[in-house]
């Protein structure tokens, strides 16, 4: 929209408040920091379900892959042709056998349920995950035949553990006796502690050579599953359908989406209705921008008149309205985006200081997968919200303009 030089002179002093005037002002100060607080509200909210989802997606796939190939019975015998047929499809990066077994772990009268976890030395150092996030401890001191064991810092803390204690690990599945089936029992060193960020994998797992944990378990040769890890998550299945025609009878192929299906689900619904109720936010405010404009048209009918006597068109003076619309719109977006920027950069500290005022911890990992709050930018999600609140700025200045450039300068100047 481009103004000539006496409308940028006109839409410059109708931006600021004339005698008389304040109350239209007020108005229009209210409709920019309504735009203001719906712009960075849907900035920091989307923002902050974005890193969410990212951050539960890499770290729950960061631990169980992107899919699993595992056997009905929990044993997958003769895994080798298959980890290698694994790793010779297109598309998959990553195949790593694995042992997970549920038991129980004790320390001094605590108990608490685990998960154990068996890996092969070589791919306990190149999994980022963990080796990223040693709390305390040398993880390199998890080898085959020392009984030594990494396990999550929460459980640690709920086993009331550390570096260089010992913890038994008890499964149901022991000798059997004239007496019946004794369970098995097997004290480990603990030689490091970690923290991957997901409450619920930090307090449940224990990590210890492949080796070991099959002779613990007694397992033989057998593992649990196979982890794969793919070029492209969102191409998972077709990616891993290969594998699926090459298992063997009783092996079965899962990947991230059914794995996870009700959580992500639940995130992309609430992510939408988020959306849609913030955007009200930004409605609101444009409403708001709509009622000081017809109020501004009232009070300046009598300047509309004499300008169209001097020869303003009706285009002239419509653009002029529209142009003042639009800047309370834009300036409360700019300042909307700056906020919701800073917002986002203090996020954490935010959630501490209103912990500290309420006396309630607002961010419970238990109940929130994670143990600080995410957060991850779309630059797209921004440009879309950007463009929205443009649009329906755009859309409420249309009619006080219109009726604006409408203005009779012979019925309004009658009786002056």
Known sequence: MILSRYERMITR????????????????????????????????????????????????????????????????????????????????????????????????????????????????????????????????????????????????ELLGVNVGSTVSLIIPEGRSTPFGTVPRIVSYNIVATFEVGLYDFDKAYIIMPMEDAQSFLLMDNAISMIEVQTSDPDRVGQI???????????????????????????????????????????????????????????AKHRDIAILRTMGATRAGIMKIFMTVGLSIGMLGIVFGLLLGLLGLHYRQPVVEFFQLVSGKNLWDPTVRFLTELPARTDPVEVVAIVVMALTLCFIFTLFPAWRASRTDPVQVLRYE
Not at 17 to 43: C, D, Q, T, Y
Not at 89 to 117: F, Y
Not at 243 to 267: C, H, K, Q, T, Y
């Open 240 to 298: 891993v359908a290969p594998i699926v025609e090459a298992a063997p009878p009783g092996a079965v192929v899962s990947d991230w989406r059914r794995l996870n299906a009700e959580i992500f689900d639940a995130l992309q619904v609430e992510r939408v209705v988020m959306f849609v109720v913030l955007s009200i936010i930004v409605l609101v405010a444009a409403f708001n921008i709509l009622s000081s404009l017809i109020m501004l048209v009232r």
């Open 13 to 156: 002093r109708y931006l600021l408040p004339g005698k008389g005037e304040g109350f239209i002002f007020l108005v229009a100060g209210i409709s920019l920091f309504a735009v203001m607080l719906g712009v960075a509200a849907l900035v920091i909210v989307m923002s902050v379900m974005n890193g969410f989802r990212a951050e539960l997606f890499d770290k729950v796939v960061g631990l169980n892959g992107h899919a699993v190939i595992q056997a009905y019975g929990g044993r997958l015998e003769n895994w080798q042709p298959i980890l290698e047929t694994a790793r010779r499809t297109p598309g998959v990066t990553e195949a790593t056998p694995l042992i997970t077994q549920p038991l129980m772990a004790s320390n001094e009268g605590r108990v608490e349920g685990a998960l154990l976890r068996g890996m092969r030395v070589e791919d306990l150092q190149a999994n980022a995950l963990i080796r990223d996030n040693v709390m305390a401890g040398d993880l390199a001191e998890v080898r085959p035949g020392t009984d030594n064991v990494a396990m999550g810092s929460r459980l640690a």
